[in-house]
């Protein structure tokens, strides 16, 4: 009995320091993710529902290519509005009208 609380105790605290770090859903950490706050239509400045790297250059022009990457959570080359709201939700980032 000892042994399986014990164990469960490890698990909450595995999974309280995972949560605690404030990037739920990237593996790379983004410098600064408070200035890539922006509308998802604004970036996508052809129409086709995803923001390619040299859309989201030109909106970001400071932007390091690792945030890019980080974003593209499938790693296809491309942000989705999908990956681009789970970015701003694991950031805080409200909804920019």
Request: glycine share 8%.
């Amino acid at each position: 009995m000892k042994r399986l609380f014990y164990t469960i105790i490890v698990i909450l605290a595995l999974l309280a320091v995972g949560c605690a770090s404030g990037d739920k859903n990237h593996k790379t950490a983004i410098q600064n993710p408070e200035s890539l706050n922006a509308h998802f239509g604004d970036m996508d400045t052809d129409g086709d529902d995803l923001v390619n790297r040299e859309e989201f250059k030109a909106h970001f022009p400071d932007a390091d290519q690792k945030a890019f990457d980080a974003i593209d959570l499938n790693g296809d080359g491309s942000v989705d509005h999908d990956e681009w709201h789970e970015f701003k939700e694991a950031h805080e980032l409200g909804h920019i009208e």
